[in-house]
Each structure stands twice: as C-alpha cells, then as structure tokens.
C-alpha cells in the first residue's frame, strides 16, 4: 500500500520561510515524477513544483526563485524549501506522485497516481 506522508507546514510570517516533507512508504521516490500542489480556499488546485525521475525540476512562475524542490533519495522523501513567503501561499500543500520516469506534463493532475492528505501552510 503506497502512503505519501506530508508534513512540515504552519504559519509563517510574510517573507518567513517553512520546509515541507514528503515521506513515502510503498513507493520508490526515486526513479519517477512528483510534484507538490496546492489549493487555497475557494480556488482549484494548482502545480506548484515537480521533479522528475532524472532530477529535473520545474516551477510555477509565481514560486520561482523562492521555492525550491528536491528529493532524499536516501530517505525516500521529496521535499519543498519555501522562502520568502508571501500571503498568496497561503493553501494547503499535496504531495503527489508518478509511475512514470519523465514525460508528460509536470503539472497535470490526472498524470498523478498517489497524493498525501496535505499540509497546511498558513502566511500572514
């Protein structure tokens, strides 16, 4: 049984920074795409940073520069550095992965096999 285990998130001032995890069981993070997303309140949920099995990254616009993806592969956990937050981050975070290597779109949510139960991340 694949389980994606998020955690890490909080309130944070603006232009605070939080760190938020992704612990897989069930699932090799290694070799495929994940991405995290987000959904504010009253909003669709959206991409927010994927990485691919080749260690590819790719970003929002709106996050690029602030945020950052990566992965312990070690650890089997992907991971998101949130820097220099603003109140539009505010939403609750999703892990989200593949079964695929590379290809596709990053962002596309119905490309994504396995989500966690979210985080939330507050910003004010």
């Known amino acids: 049984q694949v389980q994606l285990v998020e955690s890490g998130g909080g309130s944070a001032q603006a232009g605070g920074s939080l760190r938020l995890s992704c612990a897989a069981s069930?699932?090799?993070?290694?070799?495929?795409?994940m991405a995290w997303f987000r959904q504010a309140p009253g909003k669709a949920r959206e991409g927010v940073a994927g990485v691919d099995g080749g260690g590819i990254t790719a970003y929002k616009d709106s996050v690029k520069g602030r945020f950052a993806i990566s992965r312990d592969d070690a650890k089997n956990s992907l991971y998101m550095q949130l820097n220099n937050l603003k109140t539009e981050d505010t939403a609750m975070y999703f892990c989200?992965?593949?079964?695929?290597?590379?290809?596709?779109?990053?962002?596309?949510?119905?490309?994504?096999?396995?989500w966690g139960q979210g985080t939330q991340v507050t910003v004010s």
């Open positions: 069930g699932y090799t993070v290694s070799p495929y795409c």
């Open positions: 989200a992965a593949r079964v695929v290597r590379s290809g596709g779109s990053w962002n596309d949510q119905a490309e994504f096999v396995y």
